[in-house]
């Protein structure tokens, strides 16, 4: 799987997990999604993402690098 991939999958899933615990747990837990939802427009402008610099680090590959390896 892909930087890429993994950052939608995280960033989705820190938002589910955060509509469910506003729901049912208590209301503060929608800052959750509210930050998710910050670093992505951040994102979107800057072009940099401290969890693609982790993955990165980690030795995950973007698409670009599998683009030319053929590799995922």
């Given amino acids: 799987m892909t930087r890429e991939r ?17 729901y049912f747990l208590n209301i503060n837990w929608i800052w959750i999604a509210v930050f998710v939802g910050t670093n992505l427009f951040q994102f979107s402008i800057t072009k940099w993402c401290m969890l693609n610099n982790i993955l990165k680090l980690m030795g995950v590959q973007s698409e670009m690098d599998c683009c030319k390896d053929d590799k995922c």
Avoid at 6 to 22: D, F, N, R, T
């Fill in 6 to 22: 993994y950052i939608k999958m995280i960033a989705g899933a820190m938002v589910l997990i955060s509509s469910l615990g506003a």
